[in-house]
């Protein structure tokens, strides 16, 4: 596979968790649990296709599954808190995943081997059966999901919670479904990109899935904008890309990438892809169009 | 390791999490934002202590209190440094730009020195060590043996934690910090000067958090460039524990993690103790997000 092939794909598994962090913020709230559902995806449909021979569309529709229930059980109690302390009970959660596939194991034989999560050593020899253009079908369903979203009721019910779930409440809004929704919605594209992850990659451990990997989700989300789903993707693009165009600075290009973020944040704490600059953008297009 | 032996050295050692924790919450308390790059202040404190020791080439008590106080300078001055950077042109926006500056400010300080570790010849690219006098001094207690550093690290954090209290409970600066604790816009009716609090809140806790390093340093021997992103989220536990924004929750807290951390070692596989943590850490937000040693219900957001 080629270079380009392969930092599309990379960049396809980003836009998707950024994507997923991003559905959960859309509803006001700040979730750092998605590489936990991304785990859970990626080791449940690992399972189904290389234990279980099961193709690979029906173990990422059950992945997506597992997680979407998982993330109403876990969004549920996570009502009752919000910003900073919902973010920490959510990392809570994301390490105890990680830490419970550590200890993971369920090994069968297949064939003549022994196949199955292995503890420490992680999971080897997950089939690969993930083809870039699945990762990019994944991506632009993903995105068509969400241009229907913002058309429609439920996406204007998000956004109502977002700005004031008192007021939203007081319109007639199920608070409680709203939220639970997002977050199981969040959750299920977690767990479906981490099922291509795995499927993908052909070797997983629970290290992938660490603290690390939640700063740099999060990272996606804040540099690209809260205001609209364009931001996740242009800022899971930009921070894929970044690191690749600084190889000619060979070891300062990780610190300049440290740099880079926290200079863009200052110029722009709303993200790259805020409201202002949407509307700058919408009233161009369609300035264009009036003039033709 | 016997049961007692384990919980000893687990509480003695907890003082280092106390001291993390502290100044996490400390600076919580006053602007209501995480630190994200507490964690790499506490890694570039630990360096700075070592390459005294390294340069000094001996390890005599002196050579040991010199480093602890450069670590405890190298601490405050980056604390300044992190807030004038990270926090103070976003004053006002969402709690999220400052997450973000924060985690940028980590990713270049850790790998500005996983760079540093590579070409400085005094360091080791792996591992650089932190020598003291104390590495291999133990004392026995009966039938328990206990470590002399973690009984020295225990000391100086209690110490440390005194001072401290004096200073918030006593002094014209510490109290203000209360003050704008409780609210921002009365204590500057009061005319208390908010950023300049917020600014010395910073120096605090950044200079505990160089303390911790060279402590933690010094116990385990090495430090490397990744050794606080661990620690960052048991500080997490710790803080969520004593209630955000709550020090004296943060001192209790940080030696029952020490201990329980220790005690889930010697009872439990070791990869488990974490799952543990933040088990609490969930149930805790969950449940009394408030934290477990208040009364006080505190904001949610």
């Not at chain 1, 009721?153 to 919670?161: D, E, I, Q």
């Not at chain 1, 594209?189 to 993908?200: F, W």
């Not at chain 2, 400052?98 to 570790?117: D, N, Q, Y």
Request: glycine residues 10%.
């Amino acid at each position: 596979m080629g270079y380009q092939t392969t930092l599309l794909c990379i960049i396809g598994f980003n836009v998707l968790l950024g994507l997923s962090v991003y559905i959960t913020l859309a509803t006001g709230q700040f979730s750092l649990a998605q590489v936990g559902f991304w785990a859970i995806g990626a080791y449940s449909s690992a399972i189904l296709t290389t234990i279980y021979d099961w193709p690979l569309l029906p173990s990422l529709i059950m992945a997506g599954l597992i997680c979407g229930v998982i993330g109403a059980g876990v969004g549920y109690p996570c009502l009752r808190i919000r910003g900073i302390y919902l973010a920490l009970a959510t990392l809570g959660f994301s390490e105890m995943v990680r830490v419970f596939f550590l200890n993971f194991r369920f090994q069968k034989m297949v064939g003549d081997t022994l196949i199955g999560p292995e503890g420490v050593l992680g999971f080897r020899y997950i089939k690969v059966l993930t083809e870039p253009w699945h990762i990019y079908c994944m991506v632009i369903l993903t995105i068509i999901f969400f241009l229907l979203l913002e058309r429609s009721r439920l996406g204007l019910a998000f956004k109502a919670v977002q700005e004031d779930d008192l007021a939203a409440n007081s319109a007639g809004i199920n608070i409680v479904f709203t939220k639970v929704l997002a977050f199981s919605i969040g959750a299920g594209i977690a767990g479906i990109g981490g099922g291509l992850y795995a499927n993908y990659m052909s070797y997983i451990t629970s290290q992938d899935f660490a603290f690390n990997m939640t700063l740099v989700a999060v990272l996606y989300v804040g540099l690209g904008g809260i205001d609209s789903f364009y931001g996740p993707i242009v800022g899971a693009i930009i921070l894929t890309i970044l690191p690749e165009y600084l190889r000619f600075l060979e070891e300062y290009r990780m610190m300049l990438y440290g740099g880079l973020v926290v200079v863009i944040t200052i110029f722009r704490p709303k993200g790259l892809i805020d409201r202002e600059l949407l509307d700058r953008l919408k009233t161009a297009v369609l300035r264009r169009i009036v003039s033709i | 390791m016997s049961i007692i032996e384990s919980l000893i050295n687990g509480i003695l050692f907890g003082g280092t999490y106390s001291l993390v924790a502290i100044g996490f919450t400390l600076i919580f308390g006053v602007i209501h934002r995480l630190n994200v790059a507490h964690g790499a202040t506490i890694m570039v404190s630990a360096y700075a202590g070592a390459t005294l020791t390294l340069l000094l080439g001996e390890s005599g008590y002196l050579v040991l209190i010199l480093a602890f106080l450069v670590s405890i300078s190298v601490g405050a001055g980056l604390g300044l440094i992190v807030e004038r950077i990270a926090f103070r042109p976003l004053r006002g926006a969402s709690y999220l730009a400052p997450f973000i500056t924060t985690i940028g400010v980590t990713i270049f300080l850790e790998e500005l020195f996983l760079h540093l570790a590579r070409i400085v010849p005094i360091f080791y690219p792996e591992y650089t060590p932190f020598h003291s006098p104390l590495e291999y001094m133990g004392i026995n207690l009966g039938t328990y043996y206990i470590r002399m550093v973690y009984l020295v690290i225990f000391i100086v954090s209690i110490l440390l934690m005194l001072i401290l209290h004096l200073w918030v409970t006593r002094s014209r600066m510490g109290r203000a910090m209360r003050v704008v604790e409780e609210n921002p816009e009365i204590a500057r009716l009061m005319g208390i000067h908010v950023v300049k609090t917020e600014v010395m809140a910073f120096v605090v806790a950044s200079a505990l958090a160089g303390a911790a390093g060279c402590l933690i340093g010094v116990s385990v021997g090495t430090i490397n460039p990744f050794m606080a992103s661990h620690l960052l989220l048991i500080s997490f536990v710790i803080i969520v524990m004593g209630g955000m924004g709550n020090m004296y929750g943060a001192m209790i807290g940080g030696i029952i993690v020490g201990a329980l951390e220790k005690l889930s070692v010697s009872l439990l596989s070791s990869s488990y103790r974490e799952a543990i943590l933040f088990a609490i850490l969930f149930a805790v937000l969950v449940i009394k997000p408030e934290g477990l040693f208040s009364h006080r219900a505190q904001k949610r957001d």
